[in-house]
């Protein structure tokens, strides 16, 4: 049965392992209908587009893979860069020091500028640096309001985490919850931190924190289960992204609990479930404004020299709430993907 | 660990011929020395141990539905930890296991989504695509001869790619969409992923599968031609060829047995969160790894049992779930579950050497 001692065979295997991983790729890829590539260009938003001559902007986050969130930040960047004739490189990595050799990367390829997003300030300062002293603009995005400053950014595009907790919190007063529940769906992650202690801050009820392991949905489910069990008392769930907070729903079934759920960013099915009553509400940073305001940004600035927030203040992008009185509008935008 | 523990545990010593006190190899030894030598036996003690412990520290645990919840979070680690073990007892181990999940689910979903079809069409080339997965795997280390780290390693990285890419490309989000609302959808719903009560009790049917499975994989193991070549590849790939064993057909078969759990587990997943997020399943394959050798497997192969990986898994949902239902500190949860699942694999290996000694 086994033929692995045939000289030539053992020739032929890496040529039919290549292949056959690339027949595997394929195989992925042919279950996918035409109409969908027009579809996704048909999904941005479109505002004519500039004569301006050709630049090219360096995109670089710190998107883990698969996250909903980071695919709507490229989505805006996409839209700008295509309205404004720039060609748009975008790269992310979760690792600090990745990031900064994806930013040097940036550097090297000589872009005409790039944004950025400060999850780890100080292992990007270098490479910031770098940049900027070869005349190249940086506009940060996203996450690092305390910090764009003394980098010395052009223009920074975000929410600060800790305002955005902050009217959560009143908000949850407002809705008239007692003892709310935050997950934190990665542990040690400094912004979805500041997002609870800022909710901590306003909440005048008493507020937990639960982490769990993002990348396992089932394990996500039990565990908000678990602790609801524990303790009777919570009544309001509060998750920092949206597809914890679907699952959230699921497990105030199964505890057999009564308690409500809200949460920070938006999906497309998070809008259904708002429709329904499932999720009270949601605080949205809007993330598609992150990365288009940051590309054109950098458009504005090249083609004539303005500075968003007069290069002294951060554009704030969120928090913006959507609860049950704006669902239906802005639904219309996150059927698209788009929000 | 020594190297008595290489014996096949699946059959027992031959009673010793009367009681000859000079030579100690044939004197039939204690019963609880025997029962302690068995490859489960370890790890259910464990599990014991740390359901008590929390039995005692965490009052929420007495009650019956959260017992459910912990086997339901077992469950979900189980099913996949059973395949993982009998492929770790063939000497094999498999690091795509994880992302293999996903990539079944997101082939279930995108495929009915996209083509508008019923959605058992694509549970049925998902379970086709996983069993390639596993075959592809298989066969590439059976052709090469290199160890299945460098190959489920590659198949790892490709598949998180291809997770990534091909629903980017497909749905145009890293999401896939809500297929709830499909033909079909409630059917598959009620196999993968319903539940029944059972006295006031909410059980997941995942874990009767679980249970199912591993009573069929320790059939399997056990009482099967099949499992005897398991054990045989696993323990000596060349002396299981002289004596005939068909090495290339267990392996590959071994490796689409994961397929298979896979898209089980993926189809689990898939049904009851109705959608799938393309970048989840990294790091879940170390827990199956984990389970199946807190389980007693051994990671060099041709030890091991099925039923051990269940208690494995179950004691990896009681810790996940008991700290939680203890209260403690959060910001603990992590370095709690390492330091409760390094103390129960000590127990497990202190039985192990006791029960072996002499």
Redesign the interface.
Known sequence: ????SHPR??RI??V??VA??AA??L???S???GG??A??GA?NASAGKATTPRMTVALVTHQ?????F??TVRKGAEAAAAKDNIKLVYSADPNAGNQANLVQNAIDQKVDGIAVTLAKPDALKGVIGKAEKSGIPVVGLNSGLSDWKKLNMLEFFGQDESVAGEAFGKKLNEVGAKHALCV?QE?GNVGLTQRCDGVEETFDGKLD???V?G?????V???I???L???PSIDYVVTLGA?FA??AV?SIG???SKAKVATFDL?K?LI?SIKSDDIQFAVDQQPYLQGYLAVDGLWLYKNNGNYSGGGEQPVLTGPAFVDKSNVDKIGEFAAK?NR | MSMTQQATPAVDTPPAPGRKQSDGRTRQRPLALRLLARPEVGVFLGAVAVLVFFLIAAPPVRDGSSMANILYQSSTIGIMALPVALLMIGGEFDLSAGVAVITSALTASMLSYQLTLNVWVGVIVALIVSLAIGAFNGWLLVKTGLPSFLVTLGTFLILQGVNLAVTKLVTGNVATDDISDMDGFTQAQKLFASSFEVGGVNVKITVVWWLVFAALATWVLLRTKYGNWIFAVGGNKHSARAVGVPVTFTKISLFMLVGFGAWFVGMHQLFSFNTVQSGEGVGIELIYIAAAVIGGCLLTGGYGSAIGPVFGAFMFGMVQQGIVYAGWNPDWFKAFLGVMLLGAVLINLWVQRTATRR
């Open positions: 049965m086994d033929r692995s065979s053992r295997a890496p039919v392992a056959a991983a595997l790729t195989a992925g890829c279950s996918s209908s969908k590539e579809e996704e999904a883990a893979p698969g996250d909903t980071w695919d934190v542990q924190v639960q982490n392991n990348t396992d949905m089932p394990g489910k039990s565990t289960t678990a602790k069990k524990q303790d597809p679907l699952t699921q199964d505890a057999g999906n099915d259904k993907g």
